[in-house]
């Protein structure tokens, strides 16, 4: 269903249709197209203060997610009972963060790609707070990554390596 | 019949409360130094009369004694010191003394209250119209109650001005313009902390022909409200390439606001010569 991006900062200019592309491959990658889903870009001030707000940490960061659907088991696909329930819920990029951080070498879309994996997979219940966790996830973005892989030609690596 | 200024607190309120006690010796809408030759019984309108309301019936030449033919009366004064201080204040609070400069090469042209920002980009034309005119958005605070400890001066809001624009792009030799209608977000009550919108949107799209000065209307108008998202995306990377991106929405928003402020500083200087007429 819908992809609705927004777009709320300035400091990293932004292909808006090529990074809906990217996304939409990942959602296709997971197996949950059918869902709503909202991206929304920002700069380091904007996730640093949600950062602060949601998770106490005072710090921008990469990516973070606001599931609509709490309290699901890694890996569960929801299974509402009305349309407007099929909603995944919210990733905020942190564009600025990833721009900062993307090496010579990397691409910054396939960055993007790797980090909104890495968020869709937290709207699935996946974690990473254990290293049991931690192993589920790993697998489910690199499953992700491998059939994204096999369109693009791309070799992209989870962004859950070497968490634990 | 009852004296018309004892009437005069009930029509106009406090306000008048307010400027008799700038100027508490003199009845408000006597002419200055002339003494009422009339009782104020004979002062109202009666309907189907043919007199004009005596209190606004011009006494001949001023009667504060300028000699200009027009009205001063107290009120006036009052009027013109409270736009001097106003004016005053304003000019204080002034954030560019000269309009604020756009990055990328726009050039600004001025006509009143419109603007336009030009550029060239490689065999292209883009020109970017806006209006000041009802461009601040209301302020939905006014009816707050004073937190404890804080005073109502803190709570007035720095005003913005973030008027609707419209991009036009010319590709060089064609007479057919793309025209974009661009918003900014309308902020809604309750939503300060939650805000997501992206910081410009494309309302309308259109092709006019260069040569009309009109919109027409009966050209096919696209609007974004149920588009596609994938189409409106690739729109909004359209505009980033020409560079109207969120940047260029920022500083639109300053150049706006100081012109604006600009404007109706002096428009007040206008308000106060026309008042004072001397």
Not at chain 1, 48 to 61: A, F, L, S, V, W
Not at chain 1, 69 to 79: F, M, R, S, Y
Not at chain 1, 129 to 141: D, G, I, N, P, V
Not at chain 2, 84 to 89: Q, T
Request: with cysteine; glycine share 8%; net charge negative.
């Amino acid at each position: 269903m819908s992809l609705v991006l927004r777009n709320l900062q300035r400091a990293v200019p932004l292909r808006r249709a090529r990074l809906r592309e990217k996304v939409q491959a990942a959602r296709r990658a997971l197996g949950v197209q059918r869902f709503d889903l909202g991206v929304v870009c920002v700069d380091n001030r904007k996730i640093q203060q949600i950062n602060r707000i949601y998770r106490d940490k005072n710090t921008p960061t990469d990516v973070l997610s606001f599931p609509f659907h709490e309290n699901l088991k890694a890996g569960e696909i929801p299974q509402p009972d009305f349309p407007d329930d099929y909603n995944l819920g919210d990733i905020f990029l942190g564009v600025e963060y990833i721009f900062q951080h993307c090496q010579e070498n990397e691409d910054y879309y396939d960055i993007l790609t790797v980090t909104a994996i890495h968020g869709l997979c937290h709207l699935l219940g996946f974690t990473h707070s254990t290293e049991a966790e931690w192993r589920k996830m790993y697998q489910k973005e690199k499953q992700a990554l491998e059939e994204l892989s096999g369109h693009t030609g791309t070799r992209l690596q989870p962004l859950s390596r070497g968490l634990f | 019949m009852l004296p018309l200024l004892r009437c005069v607190p009930r029509v106009l309120g406090t306000a008048v409360a307010g400027i008799r006690a700038a100027a508490p010796s003199l009845p408000l809408l006597q002419p200055a130094s002339r003494p009422c030759a009339r009782p104020f019984g004979l002062l109202s309108v009666r309907a189907g009369s043919v007199q004009l309301p005596g209190l606004l019936r011009p006494w001949g030449p001023c009667g504060c004694g300028c000699g200009c033919g027009g009205l001063h009366t107290e009120g006036d004064k009052a009027f013109v010191e409270f736009l001097k201080d106003e004016i005053k204040e304003e000019k204080k609070i002034q954030k560019y003394k000269s309009l604020p400069k756009m990055s990328g090469g726009w050039e600004l042209e001025v006509n009143g209250t419109e603007a336009k920002l030009l550029r060239k980009v490689a065999g292209e034309k883009v020109t970017v119209t806006f209006n000041i005119n009802n461009s601040i958005p209301p302020a939905y605070n006014g009816e707050e109650e004073p937190s404890e400890g804080q005073k109502v001066e803190e709570q007035e809001p720095e005003l913005t001005s973030t008027p609707n624009f419209v991009v036009e792009v010319v590709k060089d030799g064609s007479n057919k313009a793309l025209v974009l209608d661009c918003h900014y977000p309308e902020d809604e009550i309750g939503q300060e902390e939650e805000d997501q919108s992206d910081i410009f949107s494309i309302k309308e799209v259109s092709f006019q022909s260069t040569g009309d000065s009109d919109w027409k209307d009966t050209n096919y108008t696209l609007s974004t409200d149920s588009l596609d998202w994938g189409l409106y995306d690739h729109l909004m990377d359209f505009l980033a390439d020409r560079g109207v991106d969120n940047t260029f929405a920022d500083e639109l928003v300053e150049l706006s606001t100081a012109l604006e402020h600009q404007e109706y500083i002096t428009f007040l200087e206008d308000l106060k010569g026309f008042v004072k007429s001397q």
